[in-house]
């Protein structure tokens, strides 16, 4: 899955994923490459996040009774060819609900180093505490940032709180508890970041 866009800072995702307001709705995103989200936009540097793998947005509501199952994808963001943008592997557009279910994902951010407030990370949520409500998960999957990380590169972002590494993104996350528990923090070793996610990284096969 590729997507590209002209110079503007509006947003643009590989996978962008909402759900109606009422009924019980369970959404699965599996088994999707997402690379080659690029802009062309050379403005002033923006903390704004315009590049995303995968966008879970917050029009439809948020319930517990509606749910994305998200597994075995394999996101490769590189936003080096307009370093004022930011750009993030994985956003979810509200924290207070759906029920968010992840597992067995990679999610690679290959950013060369920016200025501030610009900056690229592997996952986003709108709180410093909170990824979601009861019954929400997240474990077994591959974050990694390969450039100036805790500067401009950062595994994750809560709110406008920014975390360095997976540790800490996982202890400020109360909800749920045990986020990220069995999570690594290696690099994927594509065939290439740009046309062929393959990996070949011995740490995140078996």
Known sequence: IRNSSATSTTALAGIRASHNTTGTHTLRIYNNAVYEILSSYTGAASAARTLKGIFVASSGGGTATQSYQVYN??????????????????????????????????????????????????????????????????????FFVANDVGTSGFMGIGNTTTYSVTALWAAAMVSPAGMEAASVAVNPLFVSNTSDLHIAAGGLNG
């Open 73 to 142: 994808n394999s996101v490769s963001i590189d936003g080096s060819a307009s370093p004022n943008t930011s750009s993030i592997c994985f956003e979810i557009g509200t924290s207070s609900g759906p029920v968010y279910n992840l597992a067995n994902n990679i999610f690679a951010n290959f950013t060369a180093t920016q200025g501030a407030p610009a900056r690229h990370s592997c996952i986003y949520s709108t709180s410093a505490t909170a990824f979601g409500p009861a019954g929400t998960s997240s474990n077994n999957n591959n």
